[in-house]
């Protein structure tokens, strides 16, 4: 009898030890992981894109306002000197 509960708990235990492949047992699962990814991967490489081009376009208009202040303030300094002092 002990042979018999010796063999059974060798057989528990390598049940419980043995290694399985996972992945190959549930394919189906490992592919909607893969696509689960892929699809988080490109709405997080969107969501950034969007966010440079917003910030570039800000730091565009930021430039061409700040060359369009410097534009009128060289207009208004060569309106108030006088036109003789120009060509000095």
Do not use: Y
């Not at 063999?7 to 047992?25: E, F, G, I, S």
């Not at 592919?31 to 950034?48: D, K, M, R």
């Not at 376009?57 to 009128?72: D, H, L, M, T, Y």
Request: hydrophobic share 55%.
């Amino acid at each position: 009898m002990a042979a018999i509960s010796t063999l059974q708990a060798r057989d528990a235990m390598h049940q419980l030890v043995k290694r399985k492949n996972w992945a190959a047992q549930e394919a189906g699962v490992v592919l909607v992981f893969c696509i689960v990814f892929i699809v988080a991967v490109g709405l997080i490489g969107l969501f950034v894109s969007r966010w440079f081009s917003r910030r570039k376009a800000a730091r565009r208009r930021s430039i061409v306002e700040a060359i369009s202040k410097k534009v009128v303030e060289v207009s208004e300094w060569k309106r108030d000197v006088p036109r003789q002092s120009l060509f000095i």
